[in-house]
């Protein structure tokens, strides 16, 4: 090829491009992957191992690599793209090679290095961002990521509490993921300055773009996965309804707590403990007059088939002198410091406090050694909050500030290890919660190796999905805050975070009776199910606001203790795929014109189910859109049956969950217990007819990493014979000793019913089937 004007150097998979402003490098990490680093004059290519990439990922290059030139141009085809690089300003078009939509259409890079322009098709939509407190679609809106303790914030308030660069750009027959890897606090400005633009721009560093390309949205989704990784499996209970607020006060106020669930017979599997279960908010104490025996309460919750989860912030009461979590941290040099040496000091909950710095990995290590005692104590997981890090106010100790200043958090100035390397503050503010995320789960895995930890952060970038799970963090308890509620979980979903929820109830104010129902019924159909709620409010327990309330919050819970296999498959999925659990409309339809102009806030629960969540006020009815499936969908409840690409009404009285299932799966259900510790003897599995399906189940032993069992589902129906193939895979063996077959969608009772060939008696009651059969078995059903 004939080299274009600037020095350029070419090898398989990378291409080395000096530009007039810099210099520009391009890897090609897969057929479908490209990572674009610039680099400004006079400043070295960053190689500094981002806190977002996945270390097991390994990338071996695209597996077809052709280059040419071409006017000044420099043009490279993979087996999935055809990628054009201006040779004078570094301006890219990114294109599919088989159907050649234009993916990606940039403009040059900027001269600082800190920006990128993309140029917008006008049917693009984007979504991402993490958790934005905004519609799905991110276009119109300029949104930073800076995470910020948005205490009791409303729609349209930005930033939050985590910050994720990645945008999903797509429209009917394009797809394309962006994924911006900066932590200096950077910018999105969509189509507002100019409606045909996206600016990005970043206070400080380099800029480094991956540009990922998939077939379908969902699959761009995953492909970020493989970059940032996935969501570890969680222990089984991590999926079961838990209950929170800030505060139980004592021991009494737990046990009562716990009382109530189980006389009450609503299931709950975890209990929470804020602030005040320490003593003067110190981390890794017990006040032991509020709970004079943590072991015993633990324990006695353990039997009622309880779990228990605490809170752990970052801050450190750094004045007392007899305090040994603070004087072993300051032997080892394990605080932010400013560059004079002096130690970043912070008002927050116990007074002034010091602030680990997780960027170093020998305090990551020693903060994950102090959760030794709290899991002697029988704890079971952790809850790091205030890890943005959220400073009430900062004074700079024994140096030249000297006077408090109320900042919200570290000032930028301020130093942190960084692997090593050393930096600031500002470069290391929005990893500080997902790095002290990461110390809390490598600790309890190395201090009891034989459970899967179970962390819960409110503050996060691109990659903590790594180390547990997330929250939405200080919602409210308004209509429009459960609206939210669902959008900021499908948004965090699309943003490679799959196991997220709100508040149940709202965190700020108080629900009324409807508001609470409404929202445990969307609660029940997220994967963390938490009713929380501040100390200046009434309690929210699910019994408190009258008995059709407490039977419709009962039901929702029941419902989702039912959904156990399809979330836990779910969450398997998104461990081994990086699937989202939940997965916004767009995501599965990017075609369909409904969606794209009416944006309803549907979504699916796994791959099978449809959920239409009631979020509005008095809503006794409503529009329901059901979109194009071949063989439409099934009323989950009724099993009504409904063609796909039209829209309903239904009736929504306050006991009712728009829920429908599409038609082609097999929908695994438990029956309700009051914990997931209680034994499973059968399983259902609901067919509903189609063509042909496939659908997934999967299990294991719900905590450790022993073996699993995953059965496929291949179903097929030509109208006369409906077939469900079982094909099973691994070495566990389920408990359940065997399985009952409800088959909808009948007209007429079936002549004749197998399970692996043999005859069995099926019972039709005038709309379904039932029989039983062993389980793993394949089915066989004649009209």
């Not at 997902?434 to 409110?458: D, K, N, V, W, Y």
Request: negative net charge.
């Amino acid at each position: 090829m004939q080299a274009p004007t600037a020095a350029l150097e070419v090898a398989h998979g990378r291409i080395d491009l000096d530009l007039e402003v810099g210099q520009l490098r391009l890897d090609v990490l897969s057929d479908a992957v490209v990572r674009v680093r610039f680099a400004p004059a006079g400043v070295d290519m960053p190689t500094f191992q981002s806190y977002a990439l996945d270390p097991k990922t390994e990338w071996h290059g695209p597996t077809t690599w052709r280059v040419n030139d071409e006017d000044q141009a420099i043009v490279f085809e993979t087996a999935a793209l055809r990628v054009r690089l201006e040779a004078v300003d570094g301006s890219m078009t990114v294109s599919d090679l088989a159907s050649a939509a234009v993916l990606l259409d940039t403009d040059g890079m900027w001269t600082t290095g800190t920006g990128h322009t993309v140029n917008l098709h006008p049917d693009d939509r984007l979504l991402g961002l993490g958790d934005k407190a905004l519609s799905l679609d991110r276009r119109g809106h300029r949104l930073e990521m800076w995470n910020t303790d948005a205490f009791k914030y409303k729609r349209g308030t930005d930033p939050l509490y985590k910050s994720v660069p990645f945008v999903l750009k797509q429209r009917a027959d394009a797809h394309v993921g962006l994924f911006y890897d900066n932590t200096w606090r950077t910018s999105f400005d969509i189509g507002v300055a100019d409606a045909s633009r996206m600016f990005y721009h970043a206070e400080s560093g380099a800029l480094d773009l991956y540009v990922i390309a998939a077939p379908t949205p969902i699959e761009v989704v995953e492909a970020f996965s493989e970059i940032t990784g996935k969501t570890p499996m969680l222990p089984k209970w991590a999926l079961g309804y838990h209950q929170c607020r800030y505060s139980y006060m004592n021991e009494g106020e737990i046990r009562e707590v716990a009382a109530g669930f189980r006389d009450r017979n609503i299931p709950c599997d975890a209990l929470y403990f804020d602030i005040h279960y320490m003593r003067g908010y110190r981390v890794f104490t017990w006040d032991h007059h509020r709970f004079p025996d943590p072991a015993g309460l633990m324990s006695d919750l353990e039997d009622d088939g309880f779990r228990s989860v605490v809170i752990v912030d970052p801050g450190v009461k750094a004045d007392d002198p007899e305090y040994d979590v603070y004087n072993d941290g300051l032997e080892r040099d394990a605080y932010v410091r400013y560059p004079d040496g002096a130690e970043v000091r912070g008002e927050v909950w116990p007074g002034e406090c010091a602030f680990p710095d997780f960027t170093s990995p020998a305090v990551r290590d020693w903060w994950g050694g102090l959760h030794r005692q709290l899991l002697e104590d029988g704890v079971d997981g952790i809850w790091n909050d205030m890890n943005e890090p959220a400073l009430f106010s900062v004074a700079h100790v024994e140096g030249s500030m000297g006077a408090e200043e109320a900042v919200g958090t570290i000032p930028d100035e301020a130093r942190h290890d960084l692997e090593g390397r050393g930096g600031t503050h500002g470069e290391a503010h929005n990893v500080y919660g997902q790095q002290m995320q990461r110390s809390t789960h490598e600790g309890l895995l190395q201090l009891a190796p034989e459970r899967r930890p179970f962390t819960i952060t409110r503050a996060a970038y691109a990659g903590a999905q790594r180390f547990g799970v997330g929250w939405t963090g200080d919602n409210s308890a308004t209509w429009d805050h459960l609206k939210l509620a669902v959008e900021t979980c499908l948004s965090l979903g699309t943003s490679g975070m799959p196991f997220v929820g709100a508040d149940v109830g709202g965190f700020v104010g108080q629900p009324t009776g409807e508001l609470l129902a409404r929202w445990t019924q969307v609660g029940a159909l997220t994967p963390l199910f938490r009713n929380h709620s501040a100390v200046d409010t009434p309690r929210q327990e699910p019994w408190l606001f009258g008995d059709e309330v407490e039977e419709v919050c009962r039901k929702a819970i029941e419902l989702r203790y039912r959904l156990l296999p399809v979330f836990y498959t779910a969450l398997w999925r998104a461990a081994t795929h990086g699937t989202p659990m939940l997965r916004a409309l767009p995501l599965v339809h990017p075609d369909d014109s409904t969606i794209r102009h009416t944006d309803p806030l549907g979504f699916y629960v796994g791959a099978d189910l449809l959920a239409h969540p009631v979020v509005a006020q008095g809503q006794t009815q409503r529009e329901i859109y059901l979109p194009d499936n071949d063989g439409g969908w099934f009323d989950f409840v009724s099993g009504e049956h409904y063609q796909g690409r039209q829209t309903i009404w239904t009736q929504t009285p306050l006991g009712r969950i728009p829920l429908y299932a599409r038609a082609g799966s097999v929908v695994p259900l438990a029956p309700v217990r009051q914990h997931t510790g209680e034994p499973v003897d059968r399983l259902e599995l609901h067919v509903y007819p189609s063509s042909r399906g496939t659908s997934q189940l999967y299990d294991d032993a719900g905590d450790g990493h022993g073996d699993s069992w995953t059965a496929r589902f291949d179903l097929e129906d030509d109208g006369n014979d409906l077939t469900v193939q079982t094909v099973l895979e691994g070495d566990y063996t389920p408990e359940w000793s065997g399985w009952d077959i409800v088959v909808h969608g009948l007209e007429d009772a079936p002549s004749g019913v197998t399970a692996d060939g043999l005859e069995v008696e099926a019972r039709w009651d005038g709309r379904v089937a039932r029989f039983a059969a062993p389980v793993g078995a394949s089915l066989s059903v004649r009209r």
